[in-house]
């Protein structure tokens, strides 16, 4: 219990690092903007308490909002992404329904599974994010856009860092 | 009584989803009004505090590249001086030259800056303690980079010219016709300038520059290079597409510009305009 307390610490100190100290320098283009630290959100256990995953997901974009002076874009964001979290791991839970494993990972959900579970989850946080950051609906293909292009780009790097994760244990 | 608890224990997940979202929204609100861009609190002093680190790393890796633009610089700014001398020493001899300085320069480090946003930000390692105030503007060697926005101790935050709510006039080099200049907020490489009147002559490579009509840069500071126009025949305006000359993406050495003259010239013309009907 202890350890993995500190786990997720670590991966949630981790990600916040990484994603503001390396992913949030990329600037690749306006269209293109992916975002990692959501892979907290993403990996947290099946069976964790509904309400601390609402806390950590706004407490993570809260975060990540101090950095980048953003007021509460990531953290909004975010909250909605925790929030759809259950509805979506129904949606694609395998068919034996989920394990007790502690680590939600990709050998559990089948790669298909993961990649639309993961890919939904990152398509509600772009999307809202950078809804948020217009604060307006006018350039709404703007936006649709950006979300696709950056979505697809975060999906890769969520999935390899994902993978990256779950083989320590193993070793 | 017991309804209410049912009630509660019912939908406590999504009283608690709405409860956060009102607060995000909140900040998202407050931070999107333009006058109070960042709340530069305690939280952000340490986040500047730790981009600072990150920056000094990154800085030690380009260290010889910037060593050779500071050079480049310093060989152009010696080349003015020297020239300024001979003028001085030919006609201005015997004048009087206690001129006052009326700009001065605050040199500075970006240490954090995105291109990629909306609305994009630098962040400088200069704050109040350094006399760096709200509203004075920030110019690299190229050429106009932003306008500093909020100011704690050490550091201070800029709206950069990518910044949708940025509009500076600007005026072509070489002739008197001046427009508002303004991001649209879709290509870093491109700025829109507007109300130039569409007789006066524009060819693309022409200069743009800062005006006499702003109380934050010195007039002639380049602003970017015109790209491509158009002419909007109902309105009979130009509308000119500006590459910005700074180099948005490797921004290291700024400096702030502190119009001394400021308080006076904005104080005199409150004080004109105090008369004037609402």
Redesign the interface.
């Known amino acids: 219990m202890i350890g993995n307390i500190l786990k997720y610490l670590f991966y949630f100190i981790f990600l916040v690092l990484l994603e503001?100290?390396v992913v949030?320098k990329f600037?690749?283009?306006?269209y293109?903007?992916p975002h990692i630290y959501l892979l907290f959100i993403v990996i947290l256990p099946v069976f964790t308490n509904?309400?601390l995953v609402?806390?950590l997901g706004?407490l993570l974009?809260?975060i990540i909002?101090?950095?980048m002076?953003?007021?509460?874009?990531h953290?909004?964001a975010t909250?909605?992404m925790a929030?759809m979290r259950q509805i979506l791991l129904s949606a694609f839970a395998p068919r034996e329904g989920y394990g007790k494993e502690d680590f939600l990972t990709i050998k559990q959900f089948g790669l298909v599974n993961f990649l639309f579970y993961c890919g939904f989850m990152i398509l509600i946080h772009h999307f809202f994010l950078?809804l948020?950051?217009?604060?307006t609906f006018k350039?709404f293909l703007?936006t649709l856009l950006r979300t696709l292009l950056s979505g697809l780009l975060s999906l890769l790097f969520i999935t390899g860092l994902h993978l990256l994760f779950s083989r320590k244990p193993s070793k | 009584m017991q309804n209410f608890a049912d009630f509660l224990r019912r939908y406590s997940q999504f009283i608690l989803f709405l409860f956060l979202l009102g607060i995000s929204v909140f900040f998202i609100y407050k931070n999107n009004k333009y006058q109070r861009v960042l709340i530069f609190n305690a939280a952000n002093e340490t986040a500047g505090q730790a981009y600072s680190v990150y920056a000094s790393a990154w800085e030690y890796l380009n260290l010889k590249k910037n060593n050779r633009l500071l050079a480049d610089e310093n060989a152009a700014l010696r080349a003015q001086l020297l020239a300024d001398k001979y003028k001085i020493y030919n006609k201005w001899m015997n004048s009087d030259t206690s001129y006052k300085q009326v700009y001065k320069y605050i040199p500075a480090q970006v240490i954090n800056n995105s291109v990629d946003k909306a609305n994009n930000y630098v962040t400088l390692n200069v704050g109040r303690l350094h006399g760096v105030k709200p509203d004075m503007g920030i110019i690299s060697p190229d050429g106009v980079v932003g306008v500093v926005k909020s100011v704690s101790d050490h550091f201070s935050v800029g709206i950069s010219l990518l910044h949708r709510k940025l509009q500076l006039s600007a005026r072509l080099r070489g002739s008197e016709f001046f427009g508002s200049l303004q991001w649209q907020g879709t290509d870093e490489s491109t700025l829109i300038l507007e109300y130039i009147p569409s007789y006066a002559q524009v060819t693309p490579g022409d200069t743009i520059e800062t005006t006499t009509y702003s109380s934050i840069f010195p007039q002639g500071i380049p602003i970017g290079r015109v790209k491509s126009f158009e002419v909007d025949a109902d309105e009979g305006y130009f509308r000119i597409k500006v590459k910005p000359m700074a180099e948005f993406r490797k921004l290291n050495t700024v400096y702030v510009i502190d119009y001394t003259l400021k308080q006076e010239q904005t104080i005199l013309e409150d004080e004109a305009k105090k008369g004037d009907p609402e």
């Open positions: 503001v100290f949030a600037n690749i283009h306006f293109v903007n509904r309400h609402l806390f706004f974009g809260f909002d101090q950095f002076g953003t007021g509460g874009l953290a909004g909250l909605i929030y950078f948020f950051e217009l604060f350039n703007f």
